[in-house]
């Protein structure tokens, strides 16, 4: 009896789950062109644009991060390293498509159409740095992980209940994310109403402290899209062009009223969890470290438009500093935001006032005139 | 006028704010075909169609997000969770999303969402179904808490939440569902929200209540009446943010006054009545404030539950205290 074969060879079921899931790569890690048929679609200017869009997350981090370090923003969740994944994806959409992003998705949102100063006043806790105008089709970063998820399917549910053409919900998280209930449920009720969203899962390796491999069984976090009935990818998330055209795939799939998609970006966050006193240290390695810093996003393809004299250091040095000077004037007028008085707080809590919220402004109106 | 049941005036309600807004939208578990497990949706599928009143696959949390998104994309949402008990699965998009996002956002993006939900003990349900939660939302700022206790309330406090441009929790008490028949009118009327209403007037002593234990209230002035005692009863209505000045001139009047819950005593709605009468209102009184409440115990399911629920001679008891202290 002992020999006899079970009705059901799970541990056979488990070693092809997710196996079927193969990185999309167009330029590799050496500047190597893998797929010369999608290289060849794009002019070396438009290459060159993609490129500045790395240039331009990296400088922005890189100012951010000396911002925060000099007490003049206030939250920041650093996104070096994830700049293919970050610009290849978002440019891949439609300033009219709907934007849910999470507290490491800033560069998204400015480039969908957040001025860089609104960005620093949300980093510094200022109300302003949250008032959009009625065209930039965002919410504000989310912090509750997961929950953007869910949003975005609602979001995507009104886009197809309008019967608006072209355009898409599209929502980030990171792999620690995928863990959250919301995740699926997001993915599952787009999924069971056929609605026009893009889940891209930002795998960074960590979140916070906890790698991947502790946050699910597993084998991609891809496969996860399976169970919800709807297509997804991996893609390598350090090659913006790869990043791009799976984005637009996706974006053109679910636009056309076929349903959601989920892709997950193989990339890494080079830096800390967030400024707030997160140490890379206390839980990843050097030698774990290495090839993913050998493999940032921007230098491959620095490479590959440096060989096609299509980009020279030069260029670059030029552009990091129009950039940086645009970062000043946005910092300079985040400084001359109006202090956030609590009578406005007030005012923001209903449409039309109860008692207990009457009471109160005219408690701090009193205090506020003083 | 038509004779109708709490949960037909809750029907009726929807069926004219669909009729009316096209970008109402009724949506939850079991809601489209059945009509919901207590059929207050009923038929509403039928005359909407499938694109305005539509099933849900089964996930508050899920629901939740829905209505957000749904409101931002310009609709009126109106998710049912089916039973009260099930909010915690959803309470991140309740506390933590839909009723922060005007604060947030500066008040540029609103959310117009009416949450409804059956609740209240008295008709053995399972565990978690009839708990009195209305104290956990009543902590939320952005969020109104509106409950009516008779069917003409039923009709026009939803129509209210409904048209009102911040999420509303509209619930509705599941033994009142079918216990109660009014006249109520057949057109579209609004109750107002942020109102107490006072539904008995008398001079000795405030009764304040909501939902069924207004009733239960009420039953307790009839009788406490032939003994040339005077009672009023106040039914709150809109739980938070409470009707202070509503509260306050009929215990200015009265001198005497009783909060009733029927939720456990913890940090409940009659505690916050009665730390306002303490605040504002301590030099109309001639006796301290009484509260009713269920104990603080689990709500216990099932063939329990009328020991644990506040009974009517637990509100007489307790008015009679306060009228001899």
Known sequence: MDNEKPIVDFSAIRDTLGKNYEPVQVIDGQA??????????????????????????????????????????????????????????????????VLMPAYRDIPQLIQHGLPVYKAFLWSRGHVLGNEYPEDLHAMPPQIIIGAQYVQAAGVAL????????????????????????????????????????????????????????????????????????????????????????????????????????????LTYRFGPHTNAGDDPKRYRTKEEEQPWFDNDPLIRYRKYLTDQGAWSEDQENEYVEQVKADIKDAVKQADDAPKQKMTEFLENVFEEQPQNIQQQITEFQAKESK | MSKKTYIQAITDALRLELGSDEKTLVFGEDVGKNGGVFRATDGLQAEFGEDRVFDTPLAESGIGGLSIGLALEGFRPIPEIQFLGFIFETLDSIAGQMSRERFRTGGTRHMPITIRSPYGGGTHTPEMHADSLEGYLAQIPGLRVVTPSNPYDAKGLLISSIRNNDPVFFLENLKLYRSMKADIPDEAYTVPLDKAAVVREGTDISLIAYSAQVNQSLKVAEKLEKEGISVEVVDLRTLSPLDEETILKSVQKTGRAVAIQEAQRQAGIAANVASLIAEKGALYLSAPVGRVSAPDTVYPFGLAEDDWLPAEDEIEAKTREILNY
């Open chain 1, 158 to 265: 009104g886009i197809k209940k309008n019967g608006t053409e072209d355009k898409v919900a599209y929502s980030y998280t990171g792999d620690g994310g995928t863990s959250q209930g919301d995740f699926y449920e997001g993915m599952n009720f787009a999924g069971a109403f056929q609605a026009p969203a893009v889940f891209i899962v930002q795998n960074n390796g960590y979140a916070i402290s906890v790698p991947r491999r502790k946050q699910t069984a597993a084998r991609t976090l891809a496969q996860k899209a399976v169970a919800a009935g709807i297509p997804s990818v991996q893609v390598d998330g350090m090659d913006f062009l790869a990043v791009h055209e799976v984005t637009k795939a996706a974006r053109e799939y679910a636009a056309a009223g076929n349903g959601p998609v989920m892709i997950e970006t």
């Open chain 1, 32 to 97: 190597k062109v893998l797929k010369p048929e999608i290289v060849s679609k794009y002019s070396n200017d438009q290459l060159v644009d993609f490129l500045k869009l790395m240039i331009w997350e990296r400088t922005l981090h890189q100012r951010s991060n000396a911002l925060t370090r000099q007490g003049r923003l206030g939250f920041y969740a650093p996104t070096e390293g994830q700049e293919a994944s970050e610009m290849g994806s978002n440019s891949a959409m439609k300033r009219t498509d």
